[in-house]
């Protein structure tokens, strides 16, 4: 049975970062010694992203004005710029509210254009779990001594619910000009639809109405019509 001898923190500190090497012997009674039995390794303590080197950076492009249900349904693309000091091997990690977690390892060819941000998506299963409103995206990269930089955290909101979706009271529309046929002098000034809101919208909802497939016209709503 292996007999353990643990060296302290101050002496890896003292060895200092870097390739360095344990030697061990053993000592009888009388003061002989056996040869020395030596154990290269790697001392790697510092975290990717730690100064002097630059963190890494994250964005999520499609949380800008929160995330819909068609942005939800094919996963969330979250993109990580590396930290300076990534090298292939590292390990991105990206997770939102605790969830289960995505990791991607980082490759030679990633570290080679390592101002190319890269892509990491979080399925539409990991946003589902989340739930609606608030929510947080957390990434961190690991090296391959697992050392673990600091966490970035990106605050979203996830909105997959379209206005007026049960128990809301959908929208309704009337068309009064249309009631006997839109006549040409009804038509020359334009065709007035009037839209009661979804008992749920909101200032900055938008009202997009067309005919036909044709040209669109929106309107955003306003604090004062809701």
């Known amino acids: 049975t292996p007999i353990t001898v643990t060296l302290p923190q101050s002496a890896i500190s003292a060895a200092g970062e870097g390739a ?6 053993v000592t009888d009674s009388s003061g002989n010694v056996s040869p020395a039995i030596t154990t290269n390794v790697t001392i790697d303590t510092v975290a990717p992203g730690t100064s002097p080197a630059t963190p890494a950076s994250v964005s999520v492009p499609e949380a800008t004005n929160g995330i819909s249900s068609s942005e939800a349904s094919d996963g969330v693309e979250v993109l990580v710029t590396l930290p300076s000091d990534a090298v292939a ?5 990206v997770s939102i509210d605790g969830g ?4 991607h390892t980082v490759t030679a060819a990633e570290v080679a254009a390592i101002s190319t941000p890269i892509t990491v998506t979080l399925p539409q299963s990991a946003i589902s779990a989340a739930g609606e409103g608030a929510a947080t995206i957390t990434t961190t990269v690991t090296d391959s001594s697992g050392n673990v930089s600091p966490a970035i955290t990106t605050n979203v909101t996830i909105d997959t619910v379209a206005p007026g979706t049960s128990p809301a009271t959908p929208a309704s529309v009337s068309v009064p000009e249309a009631t006997n046929g ?4 009804e038509a020359s000034d334009g ?4 839209v009661t809101l979804p008992s749920d919208a909101v200032a900055g909802d938008v009202i997009t109405v067309s005919i036909d497939g044709g040209i669109a016209v929106t309107h955003t709503v306003t604090a004062a019509e809701v």
Not at 20 to 25: C, M, V
Not at 89 to 93: N, R, S
Not at 100 to 103: A, E, F, K, S, Y
């Open 20 to 25: 360095a090497t344990i030697t061990t012997t």
């Open 89 to 93: 091997g590292d390990v991105i990690t």
């Open 100 to 103: 289960t977690p995505v990791t």
């Open 182 to 185: 839109i006549s040409s002098s």
């Open 191 to 194: 065709v007035e639809v009037l």
